[in-house]
């Protein structure tokens, strides 16, 4: 397969213009997209089920890389995107520890269309489970796993959307005290701070454009 990298717009969603362009040029043999969501660069982009509508209409699928999930849980799905598939990296968002070369595992959601496809465990067809295996053990590192069924327990749904809202606010808060030395290439459409009491989920995108300077100790 060929990565074609679609262009970003000046707020860094993503260029519709050039996704109409390359759907069009690579129609017949378009496979997929896969789309970071909410971006790396912290863009919440409105119009991703249109994006994903126009891969399913070119007849493609839909990858949303599950990497900054941290910025969704409790708030939106993945799913009703118009993703296909999914993973989850319990590193970033459910408290496995990130660092020392892994041990990596977590959850690949997919629709049900995409069943036959998922990789099994190629040890163990008579369970209806054949296709090629995703580790080398059945289970991945599945010893690192009650950690994040702790803290999904500990937390609870509602503590959970709590830590998505509080990740937000502090990833916005860092990008406000940093922005004098280091540029933030995309700042959204808001016009005044967001704190946590004023804080709602109706914001697309929540990096005002131009934050209050406060002390750290305001
Ligand atoms: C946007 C994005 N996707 C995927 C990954 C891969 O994550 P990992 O290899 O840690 O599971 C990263 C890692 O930082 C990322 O930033």
Redesign the pocket.
């Known amino acids: 397969m060929k990565v074609v990298v679609v262009a970003t717009a000046s707020d860094g969603t993503i260029d519709h213009a050039d996704l109409t362009a390359k759907i069009e040029q690579h129609r017949d043999a378009l496979s997929c997209i896969m789309i ?1 969501y909410p971006s ?1 660069h912290g863009v919440y982009d409105a119009d991703v089920r249109e994006v994903c509508d126009a891969i399913h209409a070119a007849g493609g699928q839909v990858y949303i ?1 599950g ?2 999930l941290n910025a969704l849980v409790g708030l939106a799905q993945p799913g009703l995107f118009g993703g296909d598939v999914s993973h989850l ?1 319990l ?2 968002t459910f408290c496995i520890p990130h660092g020392g070369g892994g041990p ?1 595992v977590g959850p690949v959601a997919a629709r049900a269309h995409l069943a036959p496809f998922m990789p099994g465990n190629a040890a163990d067809p008579a369970n209806g489970e054949s296709g090629t295996p995703i580790s080398a053990s059945r289970y991945g590192s599945a010893g690192v796993l009650p950690i994040s069924w702790a803290y999904v327990k500990l937390m609870g749904g509602q503590g959970l959307t709590e830590a998505t809202k509080s990740a937000l606010l502090a990833a916005n808060y860092i990008a406000s005290r940093l922005n004098d030395f280091f540029p933030v290439l995309y700042t959204g459409e808001g016009d005044s701070w967001p704190t946590s009491a004023s804080w709602t989920c109706a914001s697309s995108r929540p990096r005002p454009a131009s934050p209050p300077r406060t002390s750290p100790s305001a």
Request: net charge neutral.
């Open positions: 970071t790396t890389d990497a900054n990296n590193h970033k990596g």
